[in-house]
């Protein structure tokens, strides 16, 4: 295009000096400065379209370059959901909770198996943590020793000491007897029972009982089985104090003894806690059944 522009600007300019060498006449004066205007013009507008073409290009490329500058610029916008963010929580705590409830059902209990294992002790420490309750996961062992009226947290039916009392034994014949395994005259009685409120649930802490023999010898019992109203697939085993596993003939003995690991409840599972069906059966070492008695018990606050 710039060589074009040369040989029409080189035409022009021998048209020029044509014109002067010439020296046309005056009559045709008027159509060389015409035609020459009109090459001058038409270089000049080739020129400006040519211009016009550069700067087009320029504002084409010019746009993506801005463009690019913009998206680099933009605010970045981070958007949540909040039903899923809430359902996510949730599941996370869900997770939480059980691996807590499943660390808070080992139970450490001294003279049991693992077939004792207090199930109801879990359910307890969980119901322990929506109360906000440290101590839900507490689980006392057959030896704890806690002094009279000093635990402020246990209510119920009655407040006892928690170390074993020796049995009273009405012991009127020292003569030595044959050991008897007719049960017949045996009776048991259960006594004061020893609860421990934790907010939304509690525990069976220990029991006082008396055993009376009225048969013609010796007996042994061995252990109790306690059993709640409410929970009727859950038995837990007490064993008797020394003291008590021998009562001879016409006499009686009276212990206090601990629940291993206690026996914990709940409102939902018992119902009214003013009046829980509370059954102990009594066994000797044999695991026969001697005797059993049942009293309906305040487990409330």
């Given amino acids: 295009m710039e060589k074009d522009k040369n040989v029409k600007k080189g035409s022009l300019e021998e048209d020029s000096q044509d014109s002067t060498i010439l020296g046309p006449s005056n009559e045709y004066e008027d159509l060389w400065k015409e035609k020459l205007n009109s090459r001058t013009k038409e270089a000049t507008a080739e020129e400006?379209?040519?211009?016009?073409e550069q700067s087009t290009e320029t504002e084409k490329v010019a746009p993506n370059e801005q463009n690019t500058t913009k998206r680099l610029d933009k605010d970045v916008t981070i958007k949540f959901n909040t039903r899923n963010t809430v359902k996510?929580?949730?599941?996370?705590?869900?997770?939480?909770?059980?691996?807590?409830?499943?660390?808070?059902?080992?139970?450490?209990?001294?003279?049991t198996t693992a077939d004792d294992a207090d199930v109801s002790g879990t359910l307890g420490s969980f119901f322990g943590l929506f109360s906000g309750d440290s101590d839900a996961a507490e689980n006392d062992?057959?030896?704890?020793?806690?002094?009279?009226?000093?635990?402020?947290?246990?209510?119920?039916?009655?407040?006892?000491d928690d170390t074993e009392l020796e049995p009273v034994v009405?012991?009127?014949?020292?003569?030595d007897e044959n050991v008897v395994t007719t049960y017949d005259g045996v009776s048991v009685a259960l006594g004061e029972i020893k609860t421990e409120w934790k907010g939304t649930w509690g525990r069976i802490k220990g029991i006082s009982y008396t055993i009376k023999n009225m048969e013609e010898g010796t007996v042994e019992p061995d252990h109790f089985v306690l059993m709640v109203e409410g929970y009727d697939d859950l038995e837990k085993k007490v064993p008797l104090?020394?003291?008590?596993?021998?009562?001879?003939?016409?006499?009686?003995?009276?212990?206090?003894?601990?629940?291993?690991?206690?026996?914990?409840?709940?409102?939902?599972?018992?119902?009214?806690?003013?009046?829980?069906?509370?059954?102990?059966?009594?066994?000797?070492?044999?695991?026969?059944?001697?005797d059993a008695t049942n009293k309906m018990a305040d487990l409330g606050e």
């Fill in 48 to 52: 400006k379209a040519e211009e016009v």
């Fill in 88 to 111: 996510w929580t949730g599941i996370v705590l869900l997770f939480i909770l059980v691996f807590f409830v499943g660390r808070l059902s080992v139970v450490d209990t001294v003279g």
């Fill in 141 to 160: 062992g057959a030896g704890e020793e806690v002094a009279a009226g000093v635990d402020s947290g246990i209510t119920g039916a009655v407040v006892v």
């Fill in 170 to 175: 009405d012991d009127t014949d020292t003569v």
């Fill in 241 to 290: 104090s020394p003291g008590s596993k021998s009562i001879k003939s016409k006499t009686s003995a009276s212990s206090y003894v601990l629940v291993p690991g206690g026996f914990s409840y709940s409102e939902i599972t018992t119902g009214d806690l003013n009046s829980v069906g509370i059954t102990i059966q009594l066994y000797d070492a044999a695991d026969k059944l001697m």
